[in-house]
């Protein structure tokens, strides 16, 4: 057993690559790697295992796709744009776009864009089915209108099915609940990429938690207290 797995075991808590400042791993600046540094402790087994994942066709050619779109674009392009660029460089035959209704201005902003970029696409809302939240024992005060009646729940599931009956190459998620996104992506056939992250409190922008988390307006403040 590793020492920093020991070390978890007896409750101590164990350091992984969020610990590290330096992060010597990107020029593999071997001598200023820390202690727990996991590649210094990669399994080299393991290591050329994932390597070999690249020897597929199609996940090789993505990651090579995906290099050049950093390479050619890294700081220049936001993220829709380099989506977009991406999809291109891919020659996706159809892209699937999973989105909460919620966001349903922000999708068809988005399909217009794909529409004019000349790519073909379908767009799915997780109301899809408009199953009442009751049917997979959601309680009734659970409910955001209080238990007032029908409520439909959100079906990422459904929406992951009626991609893939379409065979769509590659599907966005918009908006997606916490979790909701995990059920989609666990049941798409189709490789998968976050357009935006659901956060109502921050204008869809989680990581503004992260900047502002020893701020005085913070919500965080209590932890670890």
Do not use: W
Not at 103 to 116: D, I, T, V, Y
Not at 149 to 173: W, Y
Not at 177 to 205: E, T, Y
Request: glycine share 8%; net charge neutral.
């Amino acid at each position: 057993m590793s020492e920093t797995r020991e070390r978890a075991r007896r409750g101590a808590r164990e350091f992984s690559c969020a610990d590290c400042v330096g992060r010597p791993c990107r020029s593999n600046d071997v001598a200023k790697f820390p202690s727990y540094c996991l590649t210094a402790h990669v399994d080299p087994q393991r290591l050329q295992e994932s390597l070999e994942k690249y020897d597929d066709k199609d996940m090789g050619h993505m990651a090579r796709v995906c290099a050049s779109v950093e390479s050619d674009f890294y700081c220049r392009l936001n993220r829709v744009a380099e989506t977009i660029e991406f999809i291109k460089r891919m020659q996706y035959r159809e892209v699937g776009i999973a989105t909460c209704v919620g966001l349903m201005p922000e999708a068809r902003l988005f399909s217009g864009l794909l529409q004019a970029s000349g790519i073909s696409h379908y767009t799915v809302g997780c109301k899809i089915g408009a199953m009442d939240k009751t049917t997979i024992g959601i309680p009734e005060n659970q409910k955001l209108n209080g238990g007032d009646g029908h409520e439909s729940m959100c079906n990422p599931v459904m929406q992951a099915m009626v991609l893939n009956d379409r065979k769509t190459d590659f599907n966005i998620l918009i908006g997606l609940c916490v979790g909701h996104d995990s059920l989609f992506i666990q049941h798409s056939r189709a490789p998968v990429s976050v357009m935006i992250v659901k956060d109502r409190v921050l204008g869809h922008n989680p990581v503004a938690a992260l900047y502002n988390v020893g701020g005085m307006y913070s919500s965080f403040k209590e932890i670890g207290k």
